[in-house]
T-cell receptor
Framework: GNSVTQMEGPVTLSEEAFLTINCTYT??????LFWYVQYPGEGLQLLLK???ADDKGSNKGFEATYRKETTSFHLEKGSVQVSDSAVYFC?????????????WGAGTKLIIKP | NAGVTQTPKFQVLKTGQSMTLQCAQD?????MSWYRQDPGMGLRLIHY???????DQGEVPNGYNVSRSTTEDFPLRLLSAAPSQTSVYFC?????????????FGPGTRLTVL
């Protein structure tokens, strides 16, 4: 079946460090891929998305490239800030029993220290 | 434009009690859904609706009921609360159930069942 696997957290980095959060997926066909972010005490919000192979989604300095050959959608940022501290969710959109549903990873908590 | 609103923000119930979690959106979205978020498990879909008068079950529907009498409102009812239903509940909406549509989330309801 369809699934999303994210690296376990928490991930703790110093400000201005390079960030990578790994996400790999299993899906039939050609799913759409998403990264959502959840700041403390808030609901989730879309960070970026990619709808076909080799697409690169980007927003707020974050990037992720849809790699079909490695079934991956890793999230990267060149220089993180304290305000990036949040939980990051990778998700895919694919058919499940003829219904289209978002399939979510477990989330990766990111802690940025000044 | 309030987006997606949820009430209450916090709730404590005793086992066997019933209650309704409220969700409303003012974006005229057709698709609405309810998720529960548990530590280490990401988001799991409870119920969803593709329009007024139409609802369907998600991954974990047992113990919950929904209805969609208007486009704006999508309440979630717990019929007889159990400790296993202790969780954070999120309502989300989007223009459609299409694969690339952004999901807009409410701020969540933290429910504790004693």
């Amino acid at each position: 079946g369809n699934s999303v696997t994210q690296m376990e957290g928490p991930v703790t980095l110093s400000e201005e460090a390079f960030l990578t959060i790994n996400c790999t997926y299993t899906a039939t066909g050609y799913p759409s891929l998403f990264w959502y972010v959840q700041y403390p005490g808030e609901g989730l919000q879309l960070l970026l998305k990619a709808t076909k192979a080799d697409d690169k989604g980007s927003n707020k300095g974050f990037e992720a490239t849809y790699r079909k050959e490695t079934t991956s959608f890793h999230l990267e940022k060149g220089s993180v800030q304290v305000s990036d501290s949040a939980v990051y969710f990778c998700a895919l959109f694919a058919p499940v029993d003829s219904n289209y549903q978002l399939i979510w990873g477990a989330g990766t908590k990111l802690i940025i220290k000044p | 434009n309030a987006g997606v609103t949820q009430t209450p923000k916090f709730q404590v119930l005793k086992t066997g009690q019933s209650m309704t979690l409220q969700c409303a959106q003012d974006m005229n979205h057709e698709y609405m859904s309810w998720y529960r978020q548990d530590p280490g498990m990401g988001l799991r879909l409870i119920h969803y609706s593709v329009g007024a008068g139409i609802t369907d079950q998600g991954e974990v529907p047992n113990g919950y009921n929904v209805s969609r009498s208007t486009t704006e409102d999508f309440p979630l009812r717990l019929l007889s609360a159990a400790p296993s239903q202790t969780s954070v509940y999120f309502c989300a909406s989007s223009w459609s159930a299409g694969g690339t549509d952004t999901q807009y989330f409410g701020p969540g309801t933290r429910l504790t069942v004693l």
